[in-house]
């Protein structure tokens, strides 16, 4: 390409190519402007799902905290109450068993049976009671659901997590992209002005 003393036919030329090549350059910005702004409105998207699933996840490992006590509580491993339900109603059966003692020790009559308290007001335990046995289960299977869904929230943050970082990449690749159009556009316009002043 020539550079000086040009004839204006061959200066319009230049001019024309230069032009051509900033419209298509200016059309390629404009391409690369879209898809950062693409990316960007994917990434925020990534980044609103990771921290709603970490919330979830949050939650649950929270309601697993307090559902291990409550199934601790009712199966006599310590928990949510100071002494744990076996214990409770292991000493209020002693009690009860006791009082039948006392009395029977205490009132006799031979033509009349003394009444048998520890039938009277048994204490029936977790297992011998349905709804308490069925309240156990019920919690073990929360328990077991919740810690499913926390394995699952934590696969899911970790692909998050990846898809971020890719869109990342992705960002800071059209943005080196826009500057090389840019750096091009500038040229071009500088060869334009150069041919349109020998014309």
Request: with cysteine; glycine share 2%.
């Amino acid at each position: 390409m020539k550079w000086n003393n040009l004839t204006p036919e061959e200066a319009q030329g230049e001019y024309d190519e230069a032009k051509s090549r900033y419209l298509n350059s200016a059309e390629e910005y404009s391409r690369l402007k879209g898809d950062t702004e693409n990316a960007r409105a994917d990434y925020y998207h990534a980044q609103n799902q990771y921290y709603a699933a970490r919330s979830e996840k949050l939650n649950f490992e929270k309601r697993i905290k307090e559902i291990e006590k409550i199934i601790s509580s009712l199966e006599g491993k310590g928990g949510l109450f100071s002494a744990d339900v076996p214990s409770a109603i292991n000493q209020c059966n002693e009690k009860i068993s006791k009082a039948n003692e006392s009395m029977a020790s205490c009132i006799r009559c031979d033509s009349i049976t003394s009444p048998d308290l520890t039938s009277a007001f048994h204490c029936p335990t977790v297992e011998e009671e349905s709804n308490s046995a069925a309240a156990l289960q019920a919690f073990k299977a929360e328990k077991n659901r919740l810690e499913r869904a926390v394995e699952e929230l934590n696969s899911k943050l970790n692909n998050l997590q990846n898809e971020t970082q890719e869109i990342i990449r992705r960002i800071n690749a059209l943005a080196d992209q826009q500057k090389q159009v840019k750096r091009m556009m500038l040229n071009n316009m500088f060869e334009m002005c150069h041919f349109k002043r020998q014309l």
